[in-house]
């Protein structure tokens, strides 16, 4: 993951001291006895400025899923907090989200939260500043929007989707299931375009090896293993209590290799064209790849717009291919 200097955020830049420890105190508990776990330094300060993005969790569908209530809950509990917190399951985190929320706004003084809503293309669309007596009300609304605005894959269906690169940078669970449907807790309201193979080519740089959400592809490569560092992929999967993202899925040798055993997989009792679909990642697709098997469904769609001539794939000599831009 990026550190906070990468975005420019430094203490000579701010003027102020950062720090950032693990410690927590207990500030209150839920009416069932579940300790509510905060930030150490955070319960001293005078004021607590809560920011986050709104936008749909990927392992849960709720009033409240990631935002503003789930940083107050999770971010600020560090640890320990969202060790606690993920004990109950993500089952309860629909409602366990906003009660643990609502309990820390009763006893810490958070001064307003920051709420960031993005569009499609991961620039802000809404920026504003909640009262802590309307946040979870308002957080409420902000995530409809979010989900209005965010990417979609335009699709009527798909045989092998590609995806060049996942990672902690992208999605919480390394390729968003509101894009491909492909949850590791539950596919219930991961509504996506049917995709019956998924191949995973790479990792993203500043995920630094971390491979959450690697499981739910169906093929990867040889050097998308070679870049994950187990002690931090792991460790996102025990704090989760998830496994299923961690799993990994059959490994071929090059990107050409992957690419051709998941068409060989989707192969169905019709010979047809296969309809394949290349993304960067789930983050960024303001321009995908598709192949020739779509260019009737892509002149007849109106949010489709076709850019330059039908082309090969261009593989170098070890298989691979270059990113696409």
Not at 72 to 78: E, P, S, V
Not at 106 to 113: L, M, N, Q, S, T
Not at 247 to 269: E, K, N, Q, V, Y
Request: with cysteine; net charge negative; charged share 20%.
């Amino acid at each position: 993951m990026r550190s906070l200097a990468e975005y420019g955020i430094t203490e000579e830049r701010i003027g102020a001291p950062i720090i950032s420890a693990m410690d927590t105190v207990v500030v209150t508990e839920l009416p069932d006895g579940t300790p509510v776990h905060f930030d150490a330094e955070a319960a001293r300060a005078d004021g607590v400025v809560v920011l986050g993005r709104v936008k749909p969790h990927t392992d849960f569908r709720g009033t409240h899923e990631s935002g503003l209530a789930k940083m107050i809950a999770i971010g600020l509990g560090k640890h320990r907090g969202a060790t606690t917190l993920h004990s109950h399951g993500f089952g309860a985190f629909h409602s366990l989200i906003p009660a643990v929320a609502e309990a820390v706004l009763r006893v810490v003084p958070i001064e307003f939260g920051l709420a960031v809503v993005e569009n499609a293309y991961e620039d802000i669309a809404r920026l504003e500043l909640v009262p802590p007596g309307e946040l979870l009300e308002r957080e409420a609304e902000l995530l409809v929007e979010a989900k209005r605005l965010m990417p979609k894959l335009l699709m009527s269906d798909i045989d092998v989707l590609v995806v060049d690169e996942i990672g902690k940078d992208i999605s919480g669970a390394g390729m968003d299931p509101n894009i491909t449907g492909r949850s590791p807790v539950s596919t219930d309201g991961f509504r996506a375009v049917p995709i019956k193979r998924v191949v995973v080519l790479g990792l993203t740089a500043h995920t630094n090896g971390n491979a959450c959400g690697l499981g739910m592809a169906d093929v990867t490569t040889q050097r998308c293993l070679d870049q994950i560092e187990f002690g931090s992929f792991y460790t996102n999967s025990l704090t989760s209590g998830v496994p299923e993202g961690a799993r990994i899925p059959m490994a071929l040798a090059t990107d050409r290799d992957a690419i051709a055993a998941a068409l060989h997989m989707s192969r169905g009792p019709h010979d047809r064209p296969a309809k394949v679909v290349r993304i960067r990642n789930t983050l960024s697709m303001p321009h995908v790849e598709v192949s020739e098997a779509y260019a009737q469904e892509v002149a007849e769609h109106p949010d489709l717009t076709a850019v330059g001539e039908a082309h090969d794939w261009a593989f170098d000599t070890t298989g691979t291919l270059p990113p696409l831009g």
